[in-house]
């Protein structure tokens, strides 16, 4: 899945490598992340899924290779350079990373006041907005060692969401969370995807999450793109690793 021939891919990774310790990690990969669609990065671990997902928006520099975001090269760019083209790109990391000093309020706004939004009253309706979205409406007060694992990852989705970005970038979204909760975090993805046409990039070990959201899905395997297409081709593929790890979900254990 290409996305509209007319609209530019939002990321374009052209033969990324890169070798952390004396390992190869990313050994050439290249993709599109078309805009406005939702891209899933599947691979069993170590595959080399969240090492992709931190050169997206250059937490991370290839080693060789180029990673454009929006047409530019982030490879070359200063930390200054950078944070523009991060202000557009929103990121739910795996475990939730929220800053444990902070109440959620405070965490939801961060960005906000990062971009340099001083007045309260416009940071407080914006938090109550996104905080109503993930639905934890007044929970401001809230420190977030007094937060369930969800909660901390809905806190954390509406930090992200806070800045208004084009795209988000979700590592393992619902991992250890109950299927309940985790059902409930991939239909307020799909929902935002709906309501709001972002760009998303999502790494999961959860078949389910992905076909709910997946316009296209990414299957890597030691630092290589074994497929990339749609949800329906990766079911007809028949390459043993993509079948072992379908199988494997078959199975429950995911
Ligand atoms: N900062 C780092 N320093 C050294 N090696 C790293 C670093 N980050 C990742 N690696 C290595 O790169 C490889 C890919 O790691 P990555 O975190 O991308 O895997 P993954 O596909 O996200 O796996 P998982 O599903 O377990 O999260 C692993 O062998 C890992 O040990
Ligand atoms: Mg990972």
């Known amino acids: 899945m290409s996305g509209d021939p007319d609209i530019p891919p939002f990321f374009e990774v052209r033969d990324l490598r890169q070798t952390l310790d004396g390992q190869e990690v990313l050994r050439g990969v290249s993709l599109d992340v ?33 990673v454009k975001a929006l047409g530019t090269d982030l490879g070359p760019l200063s930390e200054k350079a950078l944070r523009p083209i991060r202000r557009r790109i929103g990121v739910l990391f795996q475990d939730g990373a929220l800053f444990d000093s902070m109440d959620v309020g405070a965490n ?44 901390r990852k809905r806190v954390s989705l509406a930090r992200a969401l806070a800045a208004r970005p084009d795209c988000l970038l979700y590592d393992e979204p619902t991992a250890g969370l109950d299927p309940i909760l985790s059902e409930n975090i991939t239909r307020l993805i799909a929902r935002l995807q709906s309501g709001f046409h972002l760009t998303s990039v999502m790494v999961t070990h959860h078949l389910g999450s992905m076909r709910f959201v997946a316009d296209q899905v990414v299957f890597l395997k030691d630092g290589v793109v074994r497929y990339a297409g749609d949800p329906g081709g990766l079911d007809r593929s028949d390459d043993p690793d993509i079948r072992e790890f379908l199988s494997a979900d078959a199975m429950g254990r995911e």
């Open 34 to 66: 078309p805009t406005g669609k939702t891209t899933v990065i599947l691979g069993g671990s170590g595959a080399g899924k969240s090492v992709l997902l931190r050169h997206l928006n250059g937490l991370m520099k290839p080693l060789a290779g180029t």
């Open 108 to 151: 939801v706004a961060f960005p906000l006041r990062e971009q340099g939004e001083r007045d309260p009253a416009v940071i407080a309706a914006r938090v109550d907005e996104v905080l109503s979205l993930v639905g934890l409406r007044h929970q401001e007060r809230k420190m977030p060692d007094a937060l369930s694992g969800g909660m």
